[in-house]
């Protein structure tokens, strides 16, 4: 699967943004997606990941209650609606992508490595 992340840009704190990641390629397939972000001269953390179906989703504590994670199979598209954002919230955003190997679709992962496909990232700017 390719990955295509978009909606990035600045935005005044207290703001809200909302990044696409739209899939294409052997979408029929179930994969499980995760948002994550990296800042500057900081590691890759985990932002939101979400099941096949939507019916599991998993929230990063830092982001919990502001941030909110959604899924259009029929459009290949997974969103992060991101709300209340902060100046802490400045990074470079990623998806990223992961068939699912057992019969099973409703997981969710939150580590890098349990991840295969990566989407360029979309930078969001939070000003202050």
């Known amino acids: 699967v390719q990955l295509q992340a978009s909606g990035g840009g600045l935005v005044q704190a207290g703001g809200s943004l909302r990044l696409s990641c739209a899939a294409s390629g052997r979408t029929s397939s179930p994969y499980m997606l995760g948002w994550f972000r990296q800042a500057p001269g900081k590691e890759r953390e985990f932002v939101a990941g979400i099941s096949w179906s939507g019916a599991g989703s998993f929230i990063a504590v830092s982001v919990r209650g502001r941030f909110t994670i959604s899924r259009d199979n029929a459009k290949n598209t997974v969103y992060l609606q991101m709300n209340v954002l902060k100046p802490e919230d400045t990074a470079a955003y990623f998806c990223?992508?992961?068939?699912?190997?057992?019969?099973?679709?409703?997981?969710?992962?939150?580590?890098?490595?349990?991840?295969?496909?990566w989407g360029q990232g979309t930078l969001v700017t939070v000003s202050s």
């Open positions: 990223a992508a992961k068939y699912y190997t057992g019969p099973y679709y409703y997981a969710t992962a939150s580590e890098p490595n349990e991840y295969v496909y």
